[in-house]
């Protein structure tokens, strides 16, 4: 080859490397991991996962925490494991690394990945007031729940899926008087725990009185 054709093809691949684009160094990012069941409320026993590698579990305060080696751009995949009561395991999420210049580095994570685990079932307290009735059964859907007090009130709890619906009735088999008869309440549980207020006033029928046997009363006379 020439001389003058071996000075071109030479500056030609310089000037090619020159316009490649400047790739950004790798550098360790933490990640503070956050799991909760609730809005505000942290889980622990999450198994955290970045592209298929096992990060850890969240501990009681529903973290865990890890540095990523990467570079600006990249895109990692973040899935979680739920621990029993909660959803199984929840779609996985992308998480891309973002380089920005001038951020001074400390020793708190810089950047927090909320994750969420759903509880598979909630609790549902029931609280019944039931003026002018003491004493009554209560019954959710068919099941004797708890008894009426002398002041009218009860109180428990259960627990179920959301969506569930219960259907709540006042046995007044052993009370004839009050009115209505076996009224019948319907709640629905939403996802999350809940309580639910059951107000009733009885009307109590005033029974008859029968006449009474009335001694023949005696006039004497003179």
């Known amino acids: 080859m020439p001389v003058a054709s071996r000075l071109i093809a030479a500056w030609c691949g310089a000037a090619m490397a020159s316009c490649q684009p400047p790739t950004s160094p790798s550098r360790p990012l933490a990640v503070d991991f956050v799991a909760e069941s609730d809005p505000g409320v942290r889980l622990s026993g999450v198994r955290v996962f970045v592209d298929g590698n096992s990060v850890g579990e969240t501990g009681s305060n529903g973290r865990v925490r890890m540095e990523i080696n990467g570079e600006s751009t990249q895109r990692l995949t973040i899935e979680h494991h739920c621990p029993a009561g909660h959803d199984a395991r929840s779609a996985s999420k992308v998480l891309r690394l973002r380089d920005f210049d001038g951020v001074v580095r400390s020793d708190a994570p810089e950047m927090e990945f909320m994750l969420r685990c759903r509880p598979m079932k909630r ?23 708890a008894r009426t007090n002398r002041f009218g009130v009860a109180h428990f709890s259960i627990r179920g899926a959301p969506g569930t619906d219960y259907v709540v009735r006042l046995d007044t088999e052993d009370h004839p008087g009050l009115l209505p008869q076996h009224p019948v309440h319907t709640f629905t549980l939403p996802d999350a725990d809940e309580i639910f207020v059951l107000n009733r006033t009885f009307e109590v029928k005033m029974k008859r009185r029968r006449p009474g046997y009335r001694r023949p009363r005696i006039t004497k006379i003179e």
């Open 123 to 145: 609790s549902a307290a029931f609280v019944v007031r039931a003026k002018n009735g003491p004493g009554l059964p209560v019954v959710v859907d068919g099941e004797p729940m």
